[in-house]
């Protein structure tokens, strides 16, 4: 075990005081993992989309202060009771998703939603007991999906951590647990084109990027961006996109601009926007008789999907996804070695690295538009 095993850890952490406001490097005290629970020191974190949409508290009950952070890479520090598949000195992947093995979702091949740990953005709190791990002056502060990786330690259930080859980098690979597995599966596990199939990708941020990697490495011929940013359009070519399409050019449903293009539809589509105009017009514009849509953004709670139900008749299929149908514990390893095989290319998702004292220029990075994935560099 480690020396430090069974101790409180005093660390840095860059705690939300409030909504919108600056994040502050404090120290905080992390407590021992209790029963299934891991600690683990974080070494490389990225700051994702949806640490932005919780820490502006615009469209959810705002939970303060908090310790953001879900995308990291670090190693087991020590470990709770009952803990059997990680030790201290592995390598692993935090997830805000997990798999506890025993619940039908985790029992089923076909699911990866587990019962016991889906993700839940509002417990701020451990699932054992109801308690914070992390304190300032024994005022608890909370956690935030599970991982708050936006810390130089800190406590994870172990069902949501993935043991992955010691050998990977973790400034790297630190990205898979969460946007970009999520649309990389979506393409690879739920769309599933084949080679020579023709792809339409709804939205070309990390996530719709990530689509079109895995439909990259799947062989199609053809990949079709959309998206009504002309920003992103060069940078997606780097990610096998071939062709782009903005909804603003035309004077016509995107839908029916990529039916002219491809004779009758795409073969596949993959959603990655969140906007429930998109998620129409991907499935829309897909093949009557074999097209496959993949919905991967998180709607609004008001919006409604409306078809004429005769696409559904004509054949086409609509498939919604999490997390890109990965197991965490099970296929995140498996994730890690296509890297690691060069098969996936990490590289071209992380357009920036900040030390932890620079966290915030991560956010500024993210609201200018500039960043795919920043890395922040802990224990420097």
Not at 141 to 167: L, M, R, W
């Amino acid at each position: 075990m480690s020396s430090t095993a069974g101790q409180v850890i005093r660390c840095k952490a860059a705690v939300a005081w409030e909504a919108g406001k600056p994040l502050v490097i404090e120290e905080v005290e992390v407590a021992p993992p209790q029963a299934n629970e891991v600690r683990l020191k974080i070494l490389f974190t990225a700051l994702c989309h949806t640490d932005v949409y919780f820490w502006e508290a615009k469209g959810q009950t705002p939970l303060f202060p908090r310790i953001f952070g879900h995308e990291a890479g670090g190693i087991v520090e020590s470990v709770g009771e009952g803990v059997t598949h990680l030790q201290p000195g592995d390598h692993a992947l935090p997830v805000f998703t997990g798999e506890c093995g025993e619940c039908p979702h985790c029992k089923h091949e076909e699911s990866n939603m587990c019962n016991l740990l889906r993700i839940n953005t509002e417990r701020g709190v451990m699932l054992s007991d109801n308690q914070s791990r992390f304190s300032i002056n024994g005022k608890p502060i909370n956690h935030f999906v599970g991982t708050s990786t936006f810390s130089e330690y800190t406590v994870v259930h172990a069902g949501c951590v993935a043991k992955i080859n010691p050998e990977a980098p973790l400034d790297k690979v630190c990205i898979l647990s969460c946007g970009i597995s999520t649309g990389l599966g979506a393409t690879l596990n739920v769309a599933k084109p084949k080679p020579g199939h023709s792809v339409a990708i709804f939205g070309l941020g990390a996530v719709g990027l990530a689509a079109a990697e895995g439909a990259r490495l799947s062989g199609a011929s053809r990949i079709i961006g959309v998206d009504l940013n002309p920003s992103r359009f060069e940078q997606a070519k780097k990610f096998g996109v071939t062709e782009f399409v903005n909804p603003k050019d035309h004077d016509k449903p995107v839908q029916e601009v990529i039916a002219e293009m491809t004779g009758g539809g795409v073969d596949r589509s993959v959603e990655c926007t969140g906007s429930i105009q998109a998620m129409i017009s991907a499935f829309e514009c897909v093949h009557d008789g074999w097209g496959v849509a993949v919905l991967v953004g998180v709607p609004n709670k008001d919006d409604a999907f409306k078809t004429h139900p005769m696409n559904v008749l004509n054949e086409r299929t609509l498939k919604g996804t999490f997390f890109g149908n990965y197991k965490p514990r099970t296929d995140l390893p498996g994730v890690v070695e296509k890297y690691m095989n060069k098969e996936l290319e990490l590289e071209k998702f992380i357009t920036h690295s900040v030390p932890f004292s620079d966290i915030n220029k991560a956010f500024e990075y993210m609201a200018q538009g500039q960043s795919l994935r920043c890395i922040i560099r802990l224990h420097e």
